[in-house]
């Protein structure tokens, strides 16, 4: 079954950081682009950074750019995001997403992991 | 940056009806537009990709079109399965995609 499986969510003061991982499983792995993408509570999705199958093009939205550090590890088949300096609007459920080879579009997400930044 | 708008908001519908979703790309995009359902608590799901491409598995009563600056998805007979919010994605810019604000399906 394709799977991806996010964690390292939770509860963060403003100013701390915290790292997201995704593991992907029933595919491939290191054949495809992947991403992260945001949902703030009631609101809409967002774009937050994606990174090529071999790591050799990455990019951020300009909200997180600067802040946040997407990578990932083909041999663990896992994706990662380090969060830095986080803000209040940071907070929203995170998903790590795949995109298709021939036609760009996300089509495996996972379930999301929350992250909440609050004092 | 491009921006995506969609509209409406919010649609008021019953089960049967043709409903109809608009989405517009502040420059042209080609046809690199994909749509997404969003049920409340689960992750998004791809519907159409390549502006009119169905992903697999999805219901035939769901379609797209358009290209350049103008696209919609349409669902040709409404089913209660299809009550949730629908985003369309503009993946033209070299890298990740500008959602639109979605658009909520409900019941009337």
């Known amino acids: 079954e394709v799977q991806l499986v996010e964690s390292g969510g939770g509860l963060v003061q403003p100013g701390r950081s915290l790292r997201l991982s995704c593991a992907a499983s029933g595919f491939t792995f290191d054949d495809y682009a992947m991403h992260w993408v945001r949902q703030a509570p009631g609101k809409g999705l967002e774009w937050v950074s994606g990174i090529s199958w071999n790591s050799g093009s990455i990019g951020y939205a300009d909200s997180v750019k600067g802040r946040f550090t997407i990578s990932r590890d083909n041999a663990k088949n896992s994706l990662y995001l380090q969060m830095n300096s986080l803000r209040a609007e940071d907070t929203a459920l995170y998903y790590c997403?795949?995109?298709?080879?021939?036609?760009?579009?996300?089509?495996?997400w996972g379930q999301g992991t929350m992250v909440t930044v609050s004092s | 940056d491009i921006q995506m708008t969609q509209s409406p908001s919010t649609l008021s519908a019953s089960v049967g009806d043709r409903v109809t979703i608009t989405c517009r790309a502040s420059?042209?995009?080609?046809?690199?537009l994909a749509w997404y359902q969003q049920k409340p608590g689960k992750a998004p799901k791809l519907l159409i990709y390549?502006?009119?491409s169905l992903e697999s598995g999805v219901p035939s009563r769901f379609s797209g079109s358009g290209s350049g600056t103008e696209f919609t998805l349409t669902i040709s007979s409404l089913q209660p399965d299809d009550f949730a919010t629908y985003y369309c994605?503009?993946?033209?810019?070299?890298?990740?995609?500008?959602f639109g604000q979605g658009t909520k399906v409900e019941i009337k």
């Open positions: 390549k502006a009119s």
């Open positions: 420059q042209s995009i080609s046809s690199w």
């Open positions: 994605q503009q993946y033209n810019s070299y890298w990740g995609g500008t």
């Open positions: 997403a795949k995109q298709t080879l021939h036609t760009d579009a996300f089509d495996i």
